[in-house]
């Protein structure tokens, strides 16, 4: 496990600390946004799924197009994807606002501009969230990620409250106005902001493979698919609260936009003792039950305020889920991190968010449309009973704890010599290593090469075999397909440092003298002379 610093450790790295601070100021104004849309479709309409959809129009977005940014931000400029996205949501957030105040606003078309805020924090977040491992130390990772929910959760202590205050005094459109121009700091830090990316040693990826690319890894990787099951299946019940806060804001006497800005507000206090006390309970308990902690917890105030009408007890009931909220959240995201290799974490990142984003969408058309039919406080017990039951997945597939493995890259590959002109896009292209074992050495061989498998395949190689010599038993050979000359490069530059480890301990049962021989072959399809490749020596990879 990661060893374990101070929760505000990141903050003595100075651009992080500058970009965390523009991101509260952001934050801010995207919590005076989502109340203001929240209470205005109360005022627009009594249904309660369209209430309930206002929570799903922003998180449906992440869930269809987070794959995308992620893509997207592991083969482009990570903060030029990020400016655009700030930009694209504070124009939407002033259109919004203008729209409000000329009387034009319909519940279909309130819908319609949080979907497309909703695009923006899509494209916003995987490139974010992939940064942050660019801005502190790995052993800083954890706390860094806990700051970033300390962040938005002081937001969302006040941030509501006061959203509730603006849309009280000066109306909804004020709320949309205010989040338009909170976007302009984290917009003039971002374009302050110099990254130090590695230099490109191989064209870059072509977009429909990167995203094939992630869809691979993450499926190739257990503990990966084990963490995107558990954020889903917490997303999707745990988005009842959200979703159908304003109707039991509403429910009350002296219910109001203040009210319901003051119950998010007693969740955000809670997720900031969440947050807070974060890592001592990570040093005290296994990632498995501080998930499964987090989601009975949840699973409470859900039923507490299902069950009672009291507004003191409801304000309550919000602060254990606060805390249930972030040390959940938290630990799938620091998992995901600790689990991935830089080059492709955003797009395991997006997919995480797509899994826990989709659960919340899905959960807060399912919760609105119960809520509907029966009641919201029949919704809020039966989300509860859907936690209850998410928690005890955990029985079958635990949380895995965090990797210690070494995910940097190892940075030894060095292109061969070729006799052949190729292309970059030159191929297929298939390999052959060959190996000597001793007898003795056959069953930690095969060992071995199961994990070796794994990993060719995760990084991008097709149709792997092993082969054993029918007369020659002690002889082997592994082989596999590559698409293009450019994909066995970028093959090859995707190799971690615990990836090599299982390289270094192939080479040393390898018998004979020196490394496994490596056979590079170009397949042909046409045994026509006009179709073979020049021999010219040398090699052009663009």
């Known amino acids: 496990m990661p060893s374990q610093s101070s929760t505000f450790a990141p903050l003595r790295h100075n651009t992080f600390r500058t970009l965390w601070s523009a991101t509260v100021v952001s934050n801010f104004g995207g919590l005076v946004q989502a109340v203001s849309a929240a209470w205005l479709m109360t005022q627009l309409t009594t249904n309660a799924t369209l209430i309930a959809l206002v929570q799903a129009s922003n998180t449906l977005p992440i869930m269809l197009f987070a794959l995308v940014s992620g893509a997207l931000a592991d083969i482009f400029d990570r903060r030029q994807i990020m400016m655009a996205a700030i930009i694209f949501m504070s124009v939407m957030s002033a259109l919004l606002a203008l729209v409000t105040w000329s009387g034009g606003i319909t519940p279909w078309l309130l819908l319609c501009f949080t979907f497309l805020i909703g695009l923006g924090q899509a494209l916003y977040n995987p490139p974010w969230q992939a940064s942050v491992g660019d801005l502190v130390p790995r052993e800083d990772l954890p706390q860094a990620v806990t700051l970033n929910s300390v962040g938005f959760n002081l937001t969302r202590s006040v941030g509501p409250a006061a959203g509730g205050l603006i849309v009280a005094t000066w109306g909804a459109a004020a709320g949309f106005l205010v989040n338009a121009f909170t976007y302009i700091p984290l917009l003039l830090t971002m374009s302050r902001w110099r990254p130090d990316y590695p230099e490109r040693k191989v064209a870059r990826e072509p977009f429909v493979s990167a995203v094939g690319a992630g869809l691979r890894y993450v499926a190739l990787s ?3 698919v084990r963490v995107l099951t558990r954020s889903g299946a917490f997303g999707l019940s745990a988005t009842a ?12 006497p002296e219910g109001g936009s203040l ?4 119950l998010l507000g007693c969740f955000g206090c809670g997720a900031i003792i969440g947050a807070l006390v974060n890592t001592r309970i990570r040093d005290r308990l296994s990632n498995e039950w501080v998930v499964r902690a987090g989601m009975i917890l949840f699973a409470g105030s859900l039923a507490v305020l299902g069950l009672t009408s009291n507004v003191w007890i409801h304000g309550l009931a919000m602060f254990p889920a606060g805390v249930a909220w972030v040390i959940a ?3 799938f995201n620091v998992t995901v991190q600790l689990s991935t290799p830089r080059w492709v974490v955003a797009r395991a990142l997006a997919l995480y968010q797509t899994a826990t984003f989709g659960g919340m969408a899905a959960g807060a058309w399912i919760w609105g449309a119960v809520a509907e039919a029966s009641g919201h406080q029949y919704a809020l017990v039966a989300a509860s ?20 493995s070494d995910l940097s890259p190892v940075n030894r590959f060095r292109e061969p010599v070729l006799g052949l002109d190729l292309r970059g896009r030159s191929g297929p292209v298939m390999i052959m290593v060959d190996y000597h074992i001793a007898p003795e050495d056959t069953e930690e061989f095969l060992r071995l ?3 070796r498998r794994d990993i060719r395949r995760r990084d991008g190689a097709r149709s792997w075999v092993l082969l054993r010599d029918l007369e020659k038993p002690d002889y ?8 293009t000359w450019d994909d066995y490069i970028r093959h090859n530059t995707r190799r971690t440092v615990a990836d090599a480890e299982v390289g270094s301990a192939l080479r040393e049962l390898h018998r004979d003298e020196g490394a496994p021989p490596v056979h590079r072959l170009i397949e042909r399809h046409d045994a026509a002379s006009h179709a073979d490749v020049p021999l010219r020596g040398k ?3 663009p």
């Open 259 to 262: 009210l319901f800005g003051i």
């Open 385 to 404: 009973i859907g936690l209850l039951a998410a928690a005890a997945i955990g029985l079958a597939l635990p949380m895995p704890e965090f990797s210690q």
């Open 476 to 483: 082997w050979s592994e082989s596999y397909h590559i698409a």
């Open 222 to 224: 257990p503990n990966l």
């Open 539 to 541: 090699i052009d990879v």
């Open 449 to 451: 090469m199961v994990k």
């Open 329 to 331: 959240l938290s630990l």
């Open 241 to 252: 609260l959200l979703a159908l806060l304003p109707l039991v804001a509403k429910s009350h």
